[in-house]
């Protein structure tokens, strides 16, 4: 479930490289400029059609030399052209990727391959009569859904292992937009789940974006048109026809307003955390950034909302998310906004911060929030 | 990026920047490519690399440069960006960070310093007074100082930060950053801001570009003169 390199510069013992310890493998440093020319070389013979492989040995030249440099995208696409003819099941390269990662969290080149793979498994899944390759016979949610999960926990992973990981968060978004569908439930979800690893990561502004990411979609999932609820209730793993949303429109209404109630909660929760963390971990700009702009989105105003909408992130075409800018900012308007986290509260916890932390970023942070409530409010 | 590969925005400034030196830019080439890269501005106020990432110095660059050669920049939110990129510029080492929260790193003198140049340039086509005629909106000295004082390497070449080892990205983007905060504006409108010996002194670079500016007029007049290719050609 691991890989590593285990530094030994010289070969002192007649014996293998190969070090298999309670399922973590380690390779010897000294045989890595032997193995890793060797396989790329067979490789590229391969490829320029010089000497011949069979497919049990391009499967296997591939997986050495993925594990050594995941970032040789001509090796994944081999792969590909494996799994396209049907001769390597995709699970295989979600789980050599996974593998991958522990050494190499960043590489672009193994979560590019991993949304290909993933996009295969969508499209197999929506087929009528499902090809099991592999797979448990699971119904089709229940196999999103695990794939959803599974997703989340590789991405975890791969955060912890390198600070603000652009190329995991990135994936993780990607991965609720193109294989969740951001329904409710898994927004929320993983807003629960990564509630604590925020907090222990509190410089780690790519975790705290993803939040953002979170109560954005939320925010756009409940006050937009009734449609989404149909969406989210069925979790259809194929794309829904128009037709279909419209069909669900009427007998959705009476869901909204619960929805918008929530929202006003899970923003208010946000700023609990943020003021918390930022108690207790003073000096860290991530924070002040989180909390101004949940703040932002508890007080929605015209201005905002266009900000708010243009990051519509479920990749609806232009002329739909622009409809859906009045409507939406009606809703907000009508929800229950509830005072207890008002202007009033702001000011004292900044006041209060001002007054009693001696770390000068926290102050600077703390000043800087401050101007911008005064003028923020002030509209 | 390539064939099967990763879609983000920093195709779309290659596909902006190749078309428009080699004259083959067409509103049908690019519809609905400035309104996919204004859709990539977040909350932060800066780009990412497709629309609801978060805000990256490289990505921004990008966005906002193609955006420049498409002439669509006021599509995005200009003040939100402003705010963003100038708050990356670190009080302490006087270079860039690519991200919030993250550390200094010497390639981002050019990615996020040039900005700066970009976005005088738009809020000066909507007429905005209060722009200066002398100096870009970020800490030109300070800029030169972090990459003189601490990206060189002494064996030659240049870094992200110290004790980092040297590579041909961070000289490039380490040099471009130096020009781009040696020198303001261009032709009449010329302010120079030379730290140390004179030297020091780089070319200027296109801003958009990031090439001499004289080999962009060159590139442009060369293909102006080449017919242009039909769509049948490109078999």
């Known amino acids: ?379 | 990026m390539h064939i099967g590969g990763e879609v983000d925005v920093r195709s779309a400034y290659c596909a902006a920047a190749v078309a428009s030196l080699t004259n083959v830019l067409t509103p049908a080439l690019f519809a609905g490519t400035a309104e996919w890269i204004a859709r990539c501005q977040n909350w932060e106020g800066g780009i990412g690399g497709v629309p609801g990432m978060e805000a990256h110095g490289g990505y921004t660059f990008c966005g906002v440069a193609a955006l420049v050669i498409l002439k669509k920049e006021h599509l995005l939110n200009l003040r939100s960006l402003l705010h963003w990129v100038t708050g990356r510029q670190m009080r302490f080492e006087g270079g860039f960070q690519g991200r919030c929260n993250k550390l200094v790193d010497g390639c981002y003198s050019f990615w996020q310093a040039g900005l700066l140049p970009l976005l005088h340039r738009a809020l000066h086509a909507r007429g905005d007074a209060a722009l200066s005629m002398a100096r870009w909106m970020f800490d030109q000295s300070a800029l030169q100082e972090y990459i003189l004082l601490c990206c060189q390497c002494p064996a030659g070449g240049l870094l992200d930060k110290p004790g980092k080892s040297r590579d041909f990205y961070h000289t490039c983007y380490c040099l471009s950053g130096l020009a781009i905060a040696q020198h303001f504006g261009s032709g009449d409108l010329h302010h120079e801001v030379v730290l140390g010996v004179p030297e020091n002194r780089l070319q200027p670079t296109h801003p958009v570009y990031n090439i001499a500016p004289e080999k962009v007029v060159k590139a442009v007049m060369h293909f102006l003169q080449q017919p242009v290719p039909g769509l049948e050609a490109a078999g």
């Open chain 1, 1 to 379: 479930d691991e890989i590593g390199l285990i530094p030994c510069p010289e070969a002192r013992y007649n014996r293998s490289p190969i070090v298999l310890v309670e399922n973590k493998l380690g390779v010897e440093s000294w045989c890595v400029k032997f193995l890793l020319p060797y396989v790329h070389n067979k490789l590229l013979l391969y490829r320029q059609r010089k000497q011949w492989l069979n497919k049990d040995e391009l499967i296997d030249i591939t997986c050495t030399l993925l594990l050594l440099n995941p970032d040789f995208t001509t090796a994944w696409n081999v792969r590909k052209e494996l799994i396209l003819s049907g001769t390597l099941n995709p699970l295989k390269d979600l789980h050599l990727g996974k593998l991958a990662l522990t050494k190499f969290p960043k590489s672009p080149e193994t979560w590019i391959h991993r949304r290909w793979v993933l996009q295969q498994l969508i499209q197999e899944n929506s087929l009528p009569t499902v090809v099991n390759k592999g797979n448990l016979g699971a119904a089709p949610v229940e196999r999103i859904h695990r794939l959803v999960q599974e997703e989340m926990n590789v991405c975890s992973e791969a955060a912890g292992r390198y600070p603000s990981n652009y190329n995991a968060w990135s994936h993780r978004i990607w991965v609720l937009q193109h294989v969740g569908k951001l329904t409710v439930k898994v927004l929320l979800d993983e807003l629960t789940s990564t509630k604590y690893w925020v907090s222990m990561h509190v410089s780690d502004h790519s975790g705290f974006h993803y939040r953002q990411f979170l109560l954005k979609s939320l925010i756009g999932r409940t006050v937009n048109d009734d449609n989404t609820l149909v969406r989210n209730q069925m979790v259809n793993e194929q794309n829904p026809s128009l037709q279909k949303e419209e069909e669900g429109q009427g007998a959705e209404a009476p869901g909204v307003e619960e929805w918008n109630v929530d929202i006003s909660r899970y923003l208010e929760e946000e700023l609990d955390l943020c003021t918390d963390l930022i108690d207790t971990y003073p000096g860290h700009e991530t924070l002040w950034c989180h909390s101004d702009e949940t703040f932002h989105n508890s007080h929605p105003s015209p201005a905002t909302s266009h900000m708010a909408q243009a990051m519509d992130v479920d990749g609806l075409n232009e002329s739909s998310s622009k409809q859906g800018y009045t409507q939406e900012t009606k809703r907000l308007k009508r929800a229950p906004m509830q005072d207890s986290f008002g202007p009033e509260m702001e000011y004292r916890f900044v006041d209060k911060v001002l007054s009693t932390c001696r770390d000068v970023d926290q102050a600077r942070f703390a000043t800087a929030y401050r101007k911008w409530l005064v003028s923020f409010l002030g509209q």
